[in-house]
């Protein structure tokens, strides 16, 4: 039985647990046992005893499953391949695996012994996984069936047990993240002990073209980073000079002038734009707005590349639109009646009361979603890599041609890359700069909805 077969059963496990658990519980109500939870507690109670413990077991047996057959399928590679380095080790098995799916690989005979273990070892895992996952559900069925009696305290277990769910969910989310953040500092730290970090900050010459191997030539390298981030703030205030205003005012209107006709059809008009997939604006910037621009600029004798950050950041702008629009529309309907209503009967006009009371009371919403925009803007790879290209040229001319940190993340990781290089290591000293520059947009708005919040509160 394959992963998706034994949840299924899982699932089936738990649904019949509960139904079992809650008509016991109504049995004994029946034959005039006091419950001390509702019978619908204690069917919850044996569907969490049945199905949990089965669903932890797949969960790890799922994560363990490939280390430990991996480390069973060394000692059947070649003694050429179990003397070399972990990175042949490694290829080794990859190819094992790839001749086992039948993946296109060229047979080796070296290999077949290996590969016929794999294919036994993988054939009794699944044997082994389903038993104990169905072993595992009829224990904690029958347990459970014989610990339910009308003084079980049901409600509190399950209460607990839920408790307990909720905050291992909320540790997993953590968890990942400091994984993701330890990760990427420790590869950035590997780059910066290989790049100054003053160079990589503050250098102007960003070529991180190196050799990958001591036989091979290659130059020795720039990674002065500047003009990628240049580039970044370049096409980022492009775009929020374009989606801020416009969508700001969309807000404005649709939640305060436009009648119930209007903004039935313009708001899910206007959000169709966050729907489309960032490739369709890449080549709408790519084949549409770039040749306008640059038949536009040259009909004034300006100097237009063909692939420029105006046409990259009028179309990011466009797409980010829809960011700030919704959330400032939700923020503004958010403000209470009464506080227009009090404009009014102060003698104030509609626009005189959106303008001094109702912005002033979204503000801290509107705020969010402007830095919602922002990072959205940072963030924004494919409208870039087709409509601005990929020279790293520092410069505050529109009309360039630019590049961002994003765009050249994905440039250095593409390909067959030794991840010891500082070519490529420099991709994750670019993405922990990304992060930094988050986390300050983050703190910074988050002090400006605080700030504001007491006031209106």
């Not at 969490?48 to 430990?68: E, F, H, N, Y």
């Amino acid at each position: 039985m394959n992963y998706s077969s034994l949840l299924i059963a899982i699932l089936i496990f738990f649904g019949g647990a509960y139904l079992l658990g809650r008509n016991r519980a109504r049995a004994i109500a029946n034959q005039g046992g006091s419950l001390h939870s509702l019978p619908t507690h204690y069917g919850a109670l044996m569907a969490l005893w049945t199905g949990l413990p089965a669903l932890i077991l797949l969960i790890m047996w799922s994560l363990l499953q490939g280390p430990v057959i991996d480390g069973l399928l060394v000692a059947q590679l070649p003694q050429n391949i179990q003397q070399g380095t972990p990175t042949d080790i490694q290829l080794a098995l990859s190819k094992v695996h790839n001749l086992a799916t039948g993946a296109g690989v060229s047979a080796d005979a070296s290999l077949e012994p290996a590969v016929q273990h794999l294919l036994a070892l993988e054939e009794r895992t699944k044997l082994l996984n389903a038993g104990a996952v169905v072993m595992l559900a009829l224990l904690g069925l029958g347990v459970s069936w014989r610990r339910i009696k009308p003084e079980m305290r049901a409600r509190t277990e399950v209460e607990s047990i839920v408790s307990i769910l909720l905050l291992s969910s909320s540790g997993v989310a953590v968890l990942t993240t400091v994984g993701i953040l330890a990760s990427v500092l420790y590869e950035a730290w590997m780059f910066f002990q290989k790049v100054n970090a003053i160079e990589f900050l503050f250098g102007t010459t960003w070529s991180p073209q190196v050799a990958l191997r001591a036989d091979q030539s290659g130059s020795s390298g720039s990674f002065g980073a500047v003009p990628l981030f240049a580039g970044t703030l370049l096409i980022s205030l492009i775009a929020m000079i374009i989606a801020v205003p416009v969508g700001l005012m969309s807000a404005i209107y649709l939640s305060e002038y436009a009648t119930e006709t209007v903004r039935k059809y313009a708001k899910p008009a206007l959000e169709v734009l966050a729907g489309i997939p960032t490739v369709v604006y890449g080549f709408f910037a790519a084949l549409t707005v770039a040749p306008v621009i640059r038949n536009l600029g040259e009909s004034m004798g300006l100097a237009v590349s063909s692939e420029s950050a105006l046409a990259a950041g009028l179309v990011m702008g466009v797409m980010i639109i829809p960011f700030v629009s919704s959330l400032s529309d939700d923020v503004i309907n958010a403000v209470p009646q009464s506080l227009r209503d009090g404009s009014y009967g102060l003698g104030a006009t509609r626009s005189e009361t959106v303008r001094q009371v109702v912005i002033p009371a979204a503000l801290p919403g509107i705020v969010g979603a402007i830095m919602l925009a922002v990072s959205r803007a940072i963030g924004e790879t494919m409208i870039v890599a087709m409509a601005a290209g990929l020279a790293a040229n520092l410069t505050a001319n529109p009309l360039d041609s630019v590049t961002t940190v994003t765009v050249q993340i994905v440039t250095l990781l593409v390909g067959d890359q030794e991840f010891d290089s500082p070519k490529t290591l420099a991709a994750f000293a670019l993405g922990l700069v990304l992060f930094l520059v988050t986390l300050a947009l983050n703190f910074f708005a988050l002090k400006v909805v605080q700030k504001y919040r007491e006031q209106y509160d």
